[in-house]
């Protein structure tokens, strides 16, 4: 199993461009996540998705989108980027409620100028 | 609200134990996660506890006290490869999504 990947690895995007980090995960999880860590920081939870065409809001949200039509899948789509979105973006799964693990893909550093 | 504290940093010497303490406050509870992150690399689950007490993993040993918002990992015999962040983590239940603290950097020295 490859677990969770993601592309692309490295991405710079000047201001006001769009793109769209892709997460994979090949666990059959339910549940998946997109965190943002900006440097010397704790993750910061951006959306989160309990299963297929269900998705909701963390704790910082704006500026992103995302969608779930797939359990394998959960692109994570920035829009008009600025400069306060600089982080790096990691995605992560678990198998479902409770207290369970979650798996972390190797991260895709962003950088916008 | 959600607060976790935790040192920013802290340094220890290889083979000796040292502990990483993890305080929080938040409007719900359902467990206490520790992650480690290297240097440039993804986090890795540790440990959980859900009930109050010590839960022990070879090496790595975590502790919870509900009435405190309190928490603590203990590393043992210490090696270099340990020098890392380490992540407290407050969340799990329906959604099992985590709330983070900024994590303690460990550096472990010869």
């Known amino acids: 199993n490859a677990g969770v990947t993601q592309t692309p690895k490295f991405r710079i995007l000047k201001i006001g461009q769009s793109m769209t980090l892709q997460c994979t995960q090949d666990?059959?999880?339910?549940?998946m996540y997109w965190y943002r860590q900006d440097p010397g920081m704790g993750l910061k939870l951006i959306y989160y998705?309990?299963?297929?065409?269900?998705?909701d809001k963390g704790e910082v949200p704006n500026g992103y989108n995302v969608s779930r039509s797939t359990t394998e899948d959960f692109p994570l789509r920035l829009e008009l980027a600025a400069p306060s979105q600089t982080s790096v973006y990691f995605c992560?799964?678990?198998?479902?409620?409770?207290?369970?693990?979650?798996?972390f893909g190797p991260g895709t550093r962003l950088t916008v100028l | 609200g959600q607060n976790i504290d935790q040192p920013t940093e802290m340094t220890a010497t290889e083979g000796a134990i040292v502990q990483i303490n993890c305080t929080y406050q938040?409007?719900?509870?359902?467990?206490l996660f520790w992650y480690q992150q290297h240097a440039g690399e993804a986090p890795t689950f540790l440990s959980y506890?859900?009930?109050?007490g010590l839960e022990e993993k070879g090496r790595f040993s975590s502790f919870l006290s509900r009435s405190k918002g309190y928490s603590y990992l203990l590393l043992k015999e210490l090696q270099m490869k340990d020098s890392a962040s380490y992540l407290c983590?407050?969340?799990?239940?329906?959604?099992?999504?985590?709330?983070f603290g900024t994590g303690t950097l460990l550096a472990v020295q010869p």
């Open positions: 506890n859900v009930l109050d």
């Open positions: 666990m059959n999880h339910n549940y």
């Open positions: 938040t409007s719900g509870f359902n467990g």
């Open positions: 983590a407050v969340g799990g239940g329906a959604t099992n999504k985590l709330i």
């Open positions: 992560a799964s678990s198998q479902g409620q409770g207290f369970n693990e979650q798996f």
């Open positions: 998705s309990v299963g297929a065409g269900i998705t």
